[in-house]
């Protein structure tokens, strides 16, 4: 079965950097399109970034020019680098997969993974 598993939350200083991955198993990554979401204490989910098979890339403006979505197709495995970071970002960050096309509704994704807790402290 499909599964993606999240790594690389942890808390950190406002300002300082985290780079999470996710690796995938039980599917043909190089065919889905992978995606960062995050949910905040008393929010919803909300899209982050989204990378397509092709590289295409797509990123929420709360997150723009601070955060880098990125894939490495032999590893199996997607990347958010995040930069410059504010306690608003603290979240629980899950990755998600759909085949081939890019989207920023989280309905439209098929798999999930089980979350990583990133806690970023003024």
């Known amino acids: 079965q499909v599964q993606l598993v999240e790594s690389g939350g942890g808390m950190v200083q406002a300002g300082g950097s985290l780079r999470l991955s996710c690796t995938a198993s039980g599917l043909t990554f190089s065919s889905y399109a992978m995606g960062w979401f995050r949910q905040a204490p008393g929010k919803e989910r909300e899209f982050v970034a989204t990378?397509?098979?092709?590289?295409?890339?797509v990123y929420a403006d709360s997150v723009k020019g601070r955060f880098t979505i990125s894939r490495d197709n032999a590893k199996n495995t997607v990347y958010l680098q995040m930069n410059s970071l504010k306690p608003e970002d603290t979240a629980v960050y899950y990755c998600?997969?759909?085949?081939?096309?890019?989207?920023?509704?989280?309905?439209?994704?098929?798999?999930w993974g089980q979350g990583t807790q990133v806690t970023v402290s003024s």
């Open positions: 990378i397509n098979a092709g590289g295409s890339l």
């Open positions: 998600a997969a759909r085949r081939l096309f890019m989207a920023i509704r989280e309905r439209d994704y098929n798999f």
